[in-house]
């Protein structure tokens, strides 16, 4: 993708990975321009959630800040988009975020998928007071025990994911669950809430196993949740392995021997690479979905290109509205130095874009849209390419988050 270009008179840029100031005529900016104002978009670029956030975030933040730079606005500074690859290592993330706000004058991180990653960063970023904004990761302890000033946890999270699909399945029936967890913060978060949910509907987990992440083989795991006779195997975990594990469960017959496999988090990436004839039939919760109506479609049709061709997941959806938001933030403030005082602008402005519609952002951090509940079409119910989900309901913000008194967020008590 080619990095945008703005007039020069505008004294606008945006900078691609590689932080390479371009302007009107390819022209690089003088040393003694305004500061710019710069965006990090701290991802996975090479590993198991590549497909699913990586080049696609950074993508679906260029194209936040070339939207907002088309509209109103009062900034007067150069705009750069910057990008690290943290291979999921939360020691690696923190050292180059670390390097970025002390080196590089960063303003703000975006994206950060792994949980144990975005848990890492979002210390660094309270310790150096700046905005973190979570779109790839899912942990809900991100809103609750490890809740920051600094943070806006945007797309999903494993409370709201496991919320809706838990409850359409006790309610038909599924009462036994067995988990396959990933083993790490977002897995152990998903697990409990997992948990939490089935229980209070009337079920109960009856066993579970923690696996890797990056896992290749999931057979010995597999073999512990078939033996179990649970009526749900839950697949607790993202990308590469969510693929891995359902085409392994297909393989050892699970779904034939009358065991039902529900993967609790799913991506329009993972379909595309599973295929309709074994994916279909997959109810799952998401909070976007680029056939929804003619908002998501019409952005999906300029992100595309820009993304090989691939059709956005909901954390590049995330990536593009709250680095949108977030930018109105700074706008209104006039600054961008304070993290904690540009997210609190942030929860006082209402949020607006045409991937998640109108909403808000709670004073945990939380940000507050419909989830919904989909199932993966069959093959003779797509009828043209990326045509993969039908809607089976929304589900409410007030029904899919968990409500504020229950997260136990620290700094709201002070």
Partial sequence: MKDAVFPLSRRHFLAGAGGLALSMGGLTARADDTTP????????????????????????????????LAGPHKIKRPIEVISGDHMNKADLAANIAREWIDRNNVDVIIDVP???????????????????????????D??????????????YDTYALSTGAARAIVAEGGKTWFTLTADYAFGHSMEQDIKTVVQKLGGSVVGGVRTPINTQDFSSFLLQAQASKAEIIALINAGGDTINSIKQSVEFGISRGGQRVVATVLYLSDVHSLGLNTAQGLQFTESFYWDLNEGTRAWTKRFAPRNNDKYPTALHAGAYAATLHYLKAVDQLGASDDGKVVVEQMKKLPTDDPLFGKGTIRADGRKLHNMYLFEVKKPQESKYPWDYYKLVKAIAPDEAWRPLEEGGCDFLKS
């Fill in 37 to 68: 104002l710069r965006l990090g978009v701290l991802t996975d670029m090479s590993s198991l959630y590549a497909d699913v956030s990586g080049p696609g975030s950074l993508a679906a933040a260029k194209m936040a800040v070339e939207d907002f």
């Fill in 114 to 140: 792994n949980s144990a990653v975005a848990l890492a960063v979002r210390n660094v970023a309270q310790q150096k007071n700046k905005a973190i904004l979570v779109t790839g990761a899912s942990s809900s």
């Fill in 142 to 155: 991100l809103t609750g025990k490890a809740c920051s000033p600094n943070l806006v946890h945007w797309t």
